[in-house]
């Protein structure tokens, strides 16, 4: 089964940065890729997404703060994240828009996921 995988979370303090990354077998060039958070009790948020040419579009609570990228040559999605804050804090998850269609960043259009990675940023 092909699966995503996170990395790069970590603890930080508020207004550092950290870049996540994604790779892994479920990771293709033609795919549209996305991030996105939960923090606890909370429901899942839409970050970023890219589609297969580089065409990025962002959620308003991060615009400006992060930023998605994709390598097709490692086979690595990435979001790099600054100015970050307390309430950044949650798992982070990167997903793949296998079925196609308009990449955009909206969760439901994502059908395959990884297992997150968790960032903390305290005040």
């Known amino acids: 089964q092909e699966q995503l995988v996170e990395s790069g979370g970590g603890s930080v303090q508020a207004g550092g940065s950290l870049r996540l990354s994604c790779g892994g077998s479920?990771?293709?060039?033609?795919?549209?890729m996305g991030w996105f958070r939960q923090a606890p009790g909370k429901e899942r948020e839409d970050l970023a997404a890219?589609?297969?040419?580089?065409?990025?579009s962002y959620a308003d609570s991060v615009k400006g703060r992060f930023t998605i990228s994709r390598d097709n040559a490692k086979k690595t999605l990435y979001l790099q994240m600054g100015s970050l804050r307390p309430e950044d804090t949650g798992m982070y998850y990167c997903?793949?828009?296998?079925?196609?269609?308009?990449?955009?960043?909206?969760?439901?259009?994502?059908?395959?996921w990884g297992q997150g990675t968790q960032v903390t940023v305290s005040s």
């Open positions: 997903a793949a828009q296998i079925r196609g269609g308009v990449c955009y960043v909206r969760s439901p259009d994502f059908d395959s």
């Open positions: 890219i589609d297969s040419d580089g065409k990025t």
């Open positions: 479920g990771y293709k060039g033609s795919y549209c």
